[in-house]
């Protein structure tokens, strides 16, 4: 994979994520990049009105939101997956629109952050998404998920405890951290589990997976 030259000034937001994309080796077609974009500028939007994200401006948002959601693609398994406590739909919008052969299911618990969700999908045509206004602890229902991931979880035992039913055997939960993980707060979990070091172009900051596969 070709190197951006990381001393090169970057101009705008979409230069950026079209670098950011070609850096993570991703094959997205012109109309993806486009919807990703169209949700980069809805999210500041709604920004000014609800509390979506401490981020503000284009540049931030692209590459501590979108490149970074995007650097966990290809660890995704499976067709349907699990966002937990999906907030501004990271990562499962970004995977709903980049994997429209997937099928996304966002929960979260706060009604306003399901309002934006739900138009963000409206105004994308996301057909493969289910956005559900729930807490996860709360959710009754029989749906068996491949994979199910989220972003804001710190408690990963209580990730796994309270989603674990929803999991399908051999399936996998995938945890996004912001930095490495400590192998103190890896110990409660009895199960096969790898942690994953991501690197997130033009962010210089840690990024990993805790990938746990279900017995």
Same mark, same amino acid.
């Given at each position: 994979?070709?190197?951006?030259?990381?001393?090169?000034?970057?101009?705008?937001?979409?230069?950026?994520?079209?670098?950011?994309?070609?850096?993570?080796?991703?094959?997205?077609?012109?109309?993806?990049?486009? @919807?990703?974009?169209?949700? %980069?500028?809805?999210?500041?939007?709604?920004?000014? %009105?609800?509390?979506?994200?401490?981020?503000?401006?284009?540049?931030?948002?692209?590459?501590?939101?979108?490149?970074?959601?995007?650097?966990?693609?290809?660890?995704?398994?499976?067709?349907?997956?699990?966002?937990?406590?999906?907030?501004?739909?990271?990562?499962?919008?970004?995977?709903?629109?980049?994997?429209?052969? %997937?099928?996304?299911?966002?929960?979260?618990?706060?009604? @306003? @952050?399901?309002?934006?969700?739900?138009?963000?999908?409206?105004?994308? #045509?996301?057909?493969?998404?289910?956005?559900?206004?729930?807490?996860?602890?709360?959710?009754?229902?029989? #749906?068996?998920?491949?994979?199910?991931?989220?972003?804001?979880?710190?408690?990963?035992?209580?990730?796994?405890?309270?989603?674990?039913?929803?999991?399908?055997?051999?399936?996998?939960?995938?945890?996004?951290?912001?930095?490495?993980?400590?192998?103190? %707060?890896?110990?409660?979990?009895?199960?096969?589990?790898?942690?994953?070091?991501?690197?997130?172009?033009?962010?210089?900051?840690?990024?990993?997976?805790?990938?746990?596969?279900?017995?």
């Amino acid at each position: 994979m070709n190197q951006v030259n990381r001393n090169q000034k970057l101009h705008d937001a979409e230069e950026t994520l079209h670098l950011g994309v070609k850096e993570l080796g991703l094959n997205l077609e012109p109309k993806i990049i486009n @919807k990703l974009l169209i949700y %980069k500028d809805l999210l500041i939007k709604w920004n000014k %009105k609800i509390n979506l994200t401490a981020l503000r401006d284009d540049m931030s948002i692209t590459t501590h939101h979108l490149l970074d959601c995007l650097a966990i693609l290809k660890y995704i398994k499976g067709e349907k997956i699990l966002d937990v406590g999906s907030g501004a739909g990271l990562p499962g919008l970004i995977i709903a629109i980049c994997e429209p052969s %997937k099928q996304v299911t966002l929960i979260d618990k706060v009604e @306003k @952050k399901i309002s934006f969700l739900r138009q963000v999908c409206i105004e994308l #045509d996301l057909k493969n998404t289910e956005v559900i206004h729930a807490r996860i602890e709360a959710l009754d229902r029989q #749906d068996y998920f491949d994979t199910v991931i989220s972003r804001a979880f710190s408690d990963l035992d209580n990730f796994i405890f309270l989603t674990k039913k929803f999991l399908k055997n051999s399936g996998y939960w995938l945890a996004m951290k912001g930095k490495k993980v400590a192998g103190n %707060k890896l110990l409660p979990i009895q199960l096969e589990h790898t942690v994953i070091d991501i690197m997130v172009p033009f962010l210089n900051a840690e990024r990993c997976i805790v990938m746990i596969k279900k017995n």
